[in-house]
């Protein structure tokens, strides 16, 4: 079996974890293909990896059966974009903080080999939303979010934006998301948007900080696509697709549209959304006092 994985920097306490992990998969003679950045950091940590298999862009990534994520969400969204269309199942473990998408505790790393060994899992398949154009270097697509806001040293911007061509609404205010039901999660949620459960077939269309108070979020069909026009006293604004971003122009047209292609998350067989749900955002507990 060959693997792939991906990483940022990590928790002394997730050291011995991860030290067994590199040993586990040498005892099993599973071939191994890290990203340079990752390689390049357990190089400097002393950390026994037992391969030289590197991968710096996504392109050279390999034929891998899967791809593990160490790191927090982030940096699954980091591995998702290196494996684009390919469609390679990813899965990650939770060295970071809040881990909506990377499940896996360190303490579990032998666990997931086994389970993963043994066939003991199932594919999650998640919908991206996808930019046209080559804003972002061939990665126009996004497991969370598609967003826009203003720069920095600029007011407010204004977003008009059409709805299948037809005229939905300016969007006088900070900026907009445009959030799969993955990122309903994340940045939509915390500027009051719904939480999506993950297969819904929806997007949705968040204000950030709106100068009208009674416009609120939008949920869409997610074959819908959206053309935005954006206005700004600077002249420019700032566009990102999870993680990566770009300041472009406003004579820049944006049509955002669901991806013709899915992130397949491996989740184990006793990994549910709903328990994830109700652990982050410490639903079902008594806050009152």
Partial sequence: MKIAIHGRNFNESARPFIENMFNELAKREIEVQLS????????????????????SKPEELYDARLVVSMGGDGTLLETISHVGPREIPAIGINVGRLGFLATISPDRISDMITALDNGQ???????????????FDGLNFGLNDFVITKTDTSSMITVHTYLNDEFLNSYWADGLIISTPTGSTGYSL???????????????????????????????????VLKLDVKSRSSNFLISLDARSRVVDENTQLIIRKANFRARLIKMLDDSFLNTLRSKLSWGLDMRN
Wanted: hydrophobic fraction near 40%; charge should be negative.
């Fill in 190 to 224: 915390s500027c009051g948007g719904p939480v999506l459960v993950p297969h819904s077939q929806n997007f949705i269309v968040t204000p950030i900080s709106p100068h009208n108070l009674n416009v609120r979020p939008l949920v869409l069909e997610d074959t819908a």
């Fill in 36 to 55: 340079q950045a990752f390689r390049s950091f357990l190089d400097q940590q002393g950390i026994q990896h037992h391969t030289t298999l590197v991968y």
């Fill in 121 to 135: 899992f199932r594919i999650d398949e998640r919908t991206l939303v996808a930019l046209d154009g080559d804003l």
